[in-house]
Nanobody, 129 residues
Framework: QLQLVESGGGLVQPGGSLRLSCVASGFILDYYGIGWFRQAPGKEREGVSCISRRDGSTYYADSVKGRFTISRDNAKNTVYLQMDSLKPEDTAVYFC??????????????????????WGQGTQVTVSS
């Protein structure tokens, strides 16, 4: 059974950093692109950053470009989201997600939630002084 588990969220001051982890089980991560999404109270879930299966191509939402970095360690079946220069507007529950098996998506499509089949339970990130 495919499962995704996020960790690394917490409370941080503006300008601070956090690193989120998404650990996959039940499937081989390097066969899947993986995306990070977030949802703030009263807002729709949005794609933050996505990474491809093999060639490492990435996508970032304009709001996080230059501040967030996505990476993957297939040997550990883990995808990371390094978040620097955090702002209060980054406060949200962060989720990682994988597409349905066999879905061939661009990272842009994945971050638009096209073909997403599995979600983690989410981890809270709060940026506040």
């Amino acid at each position: 059974q495919l499962q995704l588990v996020e960790s690394g969220g917490g409370l941080v001051q503006p300008g601070g950093s956090l690193r989120l982890s998404c650990v996959a089980s039940g499937f081989i991560l390097d066969y899947y692109g993986i995306g990070w999404f977030r949802q703030a109270p009263g807002k729709e879930r949005e794609g933050v950053s996505c990474i491809s299966r093999r060639d490492g191509s990435t996508y970032y939402a304009d709001s996080v470009k230059g501040r967030f970095t996505i990476s993957r360690d297939n040997a550990k079946n883990t995808v990371y989201l390094q978040m620097d220069s955090l702002k209060p507007e980054d406060t949200a529950v962060y989720f990682c997600a994988a597409p349905y098996a066999g879905t061939l998506n661009t990272v842009q499509a994945l971050c638009a939630r096209i073909g997403v089949g599995s979600w983690g339970q989410g981890t809270q990130v709060t940026v506040s002084s």
